[in-house]
């Protein structure tokens, strides 16, 4: 379908910064208001975490933000509100960042938070940190910068002018369109495949349900045998419009919108159906436009292949249904 829509933690060093005071390291971590909606997990696998939002991060040119905390933490349910209800600060995280909080109790967060606090060590400025504590990771997971949040704030809450400034200056560099575009012709020809070109924009819900389709092992693992696939973000891509634009439809159609393009960047079948711009493949007769796409662009996936693409499109759409 288409869319046209920071108490600190417990530091082994012995002090722990509250705000701008000091508590001793024994004192035990408050309990957690059960009215507080919960923001960490304990049992999420750092790890795991930081490899699936660089994942992500890698795919759409963004970064990863940790937050280190717990939810005893008052000021990270400030920080994160503030994320949430600051438009400014919510359009950055939204556009630029994949958010993973860290619980400082789960598997493999003492690691994580030690090779980002490692960078302030580097500086200076000592390992001793209150909580939330930032870091920005880039999509090879490397870490870009970290940044201790008291500085951050104003009073009893986060400046949001400060927050929007750190997470402005940390942001990936934007990717030009027509470049993106151009590199993946280039391969297309190379390994003789076809380029699928689609169309999307952080805000679009739809947009991201087709990435996230597109991304899995067991998709991606198909598709690739003939498809080179590439997204213009028509929002944080430079020029990205201006690609749209040769495509007459697709600026009409709403988006997700998509095709498949031969060598010289001629599209050789688009989401256009019957009805319209598919968008992300939902209804039946959706699913059966793009998998008539698929067999007209595809030179190698065999039928099955393409048929087993259409029974995980309905299965996904069976469980949209059920959470809807």
């Not at 008291?150 to 009893?156: A, I, N, T, V």
């Not at 198909?222 to 028509?234: A, N, Q, S």
């Given at each position: 379908m288409s869319v046209m829509t920071r108490f600190a933690g417990i530091l082994l060093v012995g002090v722990m910064v509250v705000g701008s005071g000091i508590a001793p390291a024994q004192e035990a971590k408050p309990e957690i208001k059960k009215d507080r909606a919960k923001i960490y997990d304990p049992k999420a696998d750092a790890d795991?975490?930081?490899?699936?939002?660089?994942?992500?991060?890698?795919?759409?040119?963004?970064?990863?933000?940790?937050?280190?905390?717990?939810?005893?933490?008052?000021?990270?349910?400030?920080?994160?509100?503030?994320?949430?209800?600051?438009?400014?600060?919510?359009?950055?995280?939204?556009?630029e960042y994949v958010l993973v909080p860290v619980d400082l109790e789960s598997p493999h967060a003492d690691r994580l938070l030690r090779e980002c606090k490692a960078g302030l060590a580097a500086k200076g400025e000592g390992e001793s940190v209150g909580y939330p504590f930032l870091a920005v990771l880039d999509a090879d997971r490397?870490?870009?910068?970290?940044?201790?949040?008291?500085?951050?704030?104003?009073?009893?809450?986060?400046?949001?002018?400060k927050v929007r400034e750190?997470?402005?200056?940390?942001?990936?560099?934007?990717?030009?369109?027509?470049?993106v575009l151009g590199a993946a012709l280039a391969r297309a020809s190379e390994q003789d495949k076809v380029v699928f070109l689609h169309f999307g924009a952080p805000w679009c819900g739809w947009c991201h349900r087709l990435d996230d389709f597109l991304a899995r092992e067991d998709v991606a693992?198909?598709?690739?045998?003939?498809?080179?696939?590439?997204?213009?973000?028509?929002d944080r891509m430079v020029g990205g419009k201006a690609v749209q634009g040769?495509?007459?439809?697709?600026?009409?159609?709403?988006?997700?919108?998509?095709?498949?393009?031969?060598?010289?960047?001629?599209?050789?079948?688009?989401?256009?159906?019957?009805n319209g711009n598919i968008g992300y493949p939902a209804k039946p007769e959706e699913i059966d436009?793009?998998?008539?796409?698929?067999?007209?662009?595809?030179?190698?996936?065999?039928?099955?292949?393409?048929?087993?693409?259409?029974?995980?499109?309905?299965e996904a759409a069976d469980r949209f249904k059920v959470s809807s």
């Open positions: 795991v975490l930081v490899a699936t939002a660089a994942a992500k991060a890698r795919r759409e040119n963004t970064r990863v933000l940790l937050m280190f905390g717990g939810d005893w933490c008052g000021w990270c349910h400030k920080l994160h509100s503030l994320f949430e209800s600051d438009p400014e600060v919510r359009t950055l995280i939204r556009n490397k870490v870009i910068t970290q940044q201790r949040t008291d500085p951050l704030e104003e009073g009893d809450h986060h400046d949001p002018k750190f997470l402005d200056r940390w942001k990936a560099e934007p990717l030009v369109a027509e470049k693992a198909i598709l690739d045998r003939d498809f080179v696939d590439v997204k213009v973000d028509l040769k495509f007459p439809k697709a600026a009409s159609g709403g988006i997700p919108w998509f095709a498949f393009l031969d060598g010289k960047g001629e599209a050789i079948v688009t989401s256009d159906g019957p436009h793009f998998l008539a796409m698929l067999r007209k662009a595809a030179r190698r996936i065999e039928p099955d292949k393409i048929e087993q693409i259409g029974k995980a499109l309905r």
